[in-house]
T-cell receptor, first 114, second 115 residues
Framework: GESVGLHLPTLSVQEGDNSIINCAYS??????FIWYKQESGKGPQFIID?????DKRQGQRVTVLLNKTVKHLSLQIAATQPGDSAVYFC?????????????FGKGTLLTVNP | SAVISQKPSRDICQRGTSLTIQCQVD?????MFWYRQQPGQSLTLIAT?????????ESGFVIDKFPISRPNLTFSTLTVSNMSPEDSSIYLC????????????FGEGSRLTVL
């Protein structure tokens, strides 16, 4: 079936730098995307979402970019902090997000070096 | 938002045994989702549990192996039956935060190790 995947399995950055985590998706019908953060020993935590009628959305220190032409999603973290160290997953669905299952990508491990 | 509690948080199990994981939500929800996360892997949906009806299983998952109960709008259980080492995973319960939101809330997960 359709799948969501990531370009980079690991990313190491220096504290204070900006981080960019990428995700490629293959389901052209997907219209809703989410980024999750999973710290060691914890469940995934919602970071930010974006719908397909947008190409950019900003939150606190995070920005999600969506390029539907090439089916690519990215998460930008500004001024990365040690507390940002975690595995980041992109997820998608094709029903606008509400009450339907999400398909998760493989995950990128972000390590922030002090 | 939704607060989800799972029990047990972790367990070590013997091959051939079964274990039931409980999921309690602090609000009434129509759908509850059970995911599996194998070591170092992403999340894979096992099944969707609706109150008052049988769970809907994803490809590769069957009711005999992963029976699910959904007795009310705040509680669900997932049983991992006849376990083998390949079932060693984190099992996660999740719910949506509201009708018009796509934000899926997760419990902390139940980490099972099968020897």
């Amino acid at each position: 079936g359709e799948s969501v995947g990531l370009h980079l399995p690991t990313l190491s950055v220096q504290e204070g730098d900006n981080s960019i985590i990428n995700c490629a998706y293959s389901n052209s019908a997907s219209d809703y995307f989410i980024w999750y953060k999973q710290e060691s020993g914890k469940g995934p935590q919602f970071i930010i979402d974006i719908r397909s009628n947008m190409d950019k959305r900003q939150g606190q220190r995070v920005t999600v970019l969506l390029n539907k032409t090439v089916k690519h999603l990215s998460l930008q973290i500004a001024a990365t902090q040690p507390g940002d160290s975690a595995v980041y997953f992109c997820a998608e669905n094709e029903h606008g997000g509400s009450n339907y299952k999400l398909t998760f990508g493989k995950g990128t491990l972000l390590t922030v070096n002090p | 938002s939704a607060v989800i509690s799972q029990k047990p948080s972790r367990d070590i199990c013997q091959r051939g045994t079964s274990l039931t994981i409980q999921c309690q939500v602090d609000s009434q929800v129509t759908m509850m989702f059970w995911y599996r996360q194998q070591p170092g892997q992403s999340l894979t949906l096992i099944a969707t549990a609706n109150q008052g009806s049988e769970a809907t299983y994803e490809s590769g998952f069957v009711i005999d192996k992963f029976p699910i109960s959904r007795p009310n709008l705040t509680f669900s259980t997932l049983t991992v039956s006849n376990m083998s080492p390949e079932d060693s995973s984190i099992y996660l319960c999740s719910v949506y935060g509201g009708v018009n939101t796509g934000e899926l809330f997760f419990g902390e997960g139940s980490r099972l190790t099968v020897l």
